[in-house]
């Protein structure tokens, strides 16, 4: 039972019972201390009835009034732990890029979140095959960590932006052409 993961249920169910209160007193309780958790989602998540993605705010309070490790509360939400933020990462002289150059590096990082995104709302109905997200266990926790799988392994054909600098791939719309002219050419 060590290498199970815990679910939501059972995370906000040790949450309730460690600190004895119900779910408005939690919210009371998580207010006071700075922590963001409505008494409605943690009634929903004890109860087994959550439905909606936790955000980083949530999934935070309950490590904090929990006492889990963040990676055993992330795991149960099937959600992976959160890095610093993207602009704390970027060197100091990110801002001298041109407004072009600042274009480019959004328009990738937008396309990575949008893929994220669908994996996130897809990840429920991938099964065990090669797109599949892969995991791996903390050590020592029983944690299991979702890896997302690469964008190829995703989707073979790139965007046409990108196909058009690159030699060796056809972008959407050339795989979309190539198809209708496969059609009108059948017998």
Same mark, same amino acid.
């Given at each position: 039972m060590m290498n199970e993961r815990l679910t939501l249920r059972e995370v906000a169910q040790t949450v309730l019972t460690k600190h004895d209160v119900s779910g408005r007193q939690l919210d009371a309780l998580a207010r006071s201390r700075g922590l963001t958790?409505?008494?409605?989602?943690?009634?929903?998540?004890?109860?087994?009835?959550?439905?909606?993605? &936790?955000? $980083?705010k949530t999934l935070d309070a309950l490590v904090s009034l929990s006492g889990?490790?963040?990676? +055993?509360?992330?795991? *149960?939400a099937r959600r992976p732990i959160p890095l610093a933020p993207l602009a704390e990462?970027? &060197?100091? $002289?990110?801002?001298?890029?041109?407004?072009?150059?600042?274009?480019?590096?959004?328009?990738? +990082?937008?396309?990575? *979140?949008?893929?994220?995104?669908?994996l996130d709302r897809g990840r429920e109905d991938v099964g065990n095959d090669?797109?599949?997200?892969?995991?791996?266990?903390?050590?020592?926790?029983?944690?299991?960590?979702?890896?997302?799988?690469?964008?190829?392994?995703l989707d073979s054909t790139m965007p046409d932006d990108v196909a058009a600098r690159s030699q060796e791939s056809k972008g959407r719309a050339q795989v979309e052409r190539d198809r209708q002219d496969d059609e009108g050419e059948a017998p």
């Open positions: 958790i409505s008494y409605t989602t943690i009634n929903a998540m004890a109860a087994g009835s959550y439905r909606s993605t &936790p955000s $980083d889990l490790d963040q990676a +055993v509360v992330y795991a *149960a990462r970027l &060197p100091v $002289d990110a801002d001298s890029l041109t407004g072009e150059q600042q274009d480019a590096v959004l328009a990738v +990082v937008r396309q990575f *979140a949008k893929a994220n995104r669908a090669e797109r599949s997200a892969a995991t791996t266990q903390v050590p020592g926790s029983g944690a299991v960590i979702h890896q997302l799988p690469s964008a190829t392994a």
